[in-house]
């Protein structure tokens, strides 16, 4: 496994296996690697025959610089995960070689990413595209894995790809979680013993609310209802259950579409997401 932190040294590395043809998966992600990375990396593997892994936290997506600051890392601890892995690549690039001096090219994606992520954290998913954008340009995959988890972030991506023209397919990954149900996310280290055991009612409660579905309840407004009190000692920022391809809210089911339910909450200070597929 290589690592370069350079961009003309990874595209020097990376030019032969492009004219060789080899196709290329590309996962990018902040660091702190736990297993619901480790599942794109797999899946990458699998569809593949080189994997390279950025690891950037990346400063314009982020609208609070103390959240910034409280980002946890473990460079050495990824590299290591990594290799076990067999990930060909790494790319550690510094804010300043992405980000240039006089920096001034944005990309938005405008109506995904104006909601729930969108509306609570001003900027986000502008940094994130403008990210994303920057590192396909500099490793120029075949495919790019992004997970489930962030379900808003993967539908944008989705979008950016297609009306940029992008020649890159987006491959979605399952959420992954722990064994009690709690998503995967690297905030997760910042939660106390308390905190945690309140984050499970996140989980809980999608579990519920699709349990409902099974069992007949069709009334969106209602399985919000039961979602929302069954998280009423949170400080929840939003409960929504959207059509899949638009992310809007949903006035009844449709079974030609999927439907899923996003969720976000602080839990003493961590913003913790989740959602669930109901159909
Ligand atoms: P991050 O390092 O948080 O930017 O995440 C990098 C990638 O890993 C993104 O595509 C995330 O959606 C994905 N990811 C993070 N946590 C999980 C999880 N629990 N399950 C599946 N994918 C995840």
């Given at each position: 496994?290589?690592?370069?932190?350079?961009?003309?040294?990874?595209?020097?590395?990376?030019?032969?296996?492009?004219?060789?043809?080899?196709?290329?998966?590309?996962?990018?992600?902040?660091?702190?690697?736990?297993?619901?990375?480790?599942?794109?990396?797999?899946?990458?593997?699998?569809?593949?025959?080189?994997?390279?892994?950025?690891?950037?936290?990346?400063?314009?997506?982020?609208?609070?610089?103390?959240?910034?600051?409280?980002?946890?890392?473990?460079?050495?601890?990824?590299?290591?995960?990594?290799?076990?892995?067999?990930?060909?690549?790494?790319?550690?690039?510094?804010?300043?070689?992405?980000?240039?001096?006089?920096?001034?090219?944005?990309?938005?994606?405008?109506?995904?990413?104006?909601?729930?992520?969108?509306?609570?954290?001003?900027?986000?998913?502008?940094?994130?595209?403008?990210?994303?954008?920057?590192?396909?340009?500099?490793?120029?995959?075949?495919?790019?894995?992004?997970?489930?988890?962030?379900?808003?972030?993967?539908?944008?991506?989705?979008?950016?790809?297609?009306?940029?023209?992008?020649?890159?397919?987006?491959?979605?990954?399952?959420?992954?979680?722990?064994?009690?149900?709690l998503?995967?996310?690297?905030?997760n280290?910042?939660l106390?013993?308390?905190a945690r055991s309140k984050a499970l009612l996140l989980?809980?409660?999608?579990?519920?609310?699709?349990?409902?579905?099974?069992?007949?309840?069709?009334?969106?407004?209602?399985?919000?209802?039961?979602?929302?009190?069954?998280?009423?000692?949170l400080?929840?920022?939003?409960?929504?259950?959207?059509?899949?391809?638009?992310?809007?809210?949903?006035?009844?089911?449709?079974?030609?579409?999927?439907?899923?339910?996003?969720?976000?909450a602080?839990v003493?200070?961590v913003?913790l997401?989740?959602?669930?597929?109901?159909?």
């Amino acid at each position: 496994m290589i690592v370069f932190e350079d961009e003309q040294a990874l595209r020097a590395h990376v030019s032969p296996w492009k004219n060789e043809g080899q196709r290329i998966a590309f996962v990018p992600t902040m660091g702190f690697l736990h297993e619901g990375h480790l599942s794109l990396l797999r899946l990458a593997k699998e569809n593949s025959d080189k994997v390279i892994c950025s690891i950037f936290v990346n400063p314009t997506q982020f609208n609070q610089q103390s959240d910034l600051n409280a980002y946890p890392q473990d460079r050495e601890g990824d590299l290591r995960l990594l290799k076990e892995i067999g990930v060909d690549l790494v790319y550690t690039p510094t804010k300043e070689s992405l980000y240039g001096k006089t920096f001034s090219t944005w990309v938005e994606v405008k109506g995904l990413s104006e909601n729930f992520e969108g509306a609570d954290r001003a900027g986000h998913f502008r940094g994130v595209t403008t990210v994303v954008s920057i590192l396909f340009q500099i490793v120029r995959p075949d495919v790019a894995i992004f997970g489930e988890k962030d379900f808003q972030q993967l539908r944008i991506i989705e979008q950016m790809v297609a009306d940029l023209h992008m020649p890159i397919e987006i491959m979605r990954a399952p959420l992954v979680r722990e064994e009690d149900g709690l998503a995967l996310s690297s905030r997760n280290v910042r939660l106390s013993t308390t905190a945690r055991s309140k984050a499970l009612l996140l989980s809980q409660s999608l579990h519920s609310a699709r349990k409902l579905y099974q069992d007949g309840e069709r009334d969106p407004k209602k399985l919000k209802a039961h979602i929302t009190n069954d998280l009423k000692d949170l400080r929840v920022r939003y409960v929504s259950i959207v059509d899949e391809r638009t992310l809007q809210d949903v006035a009844h089911f449709d079974n030609a579409k999927h439907q899923r339910v996003l969720l976000a909450a602080d839990v003493d200070g961590v913003r913790l997401l989740d959602n669930m597929p109901l159909t």
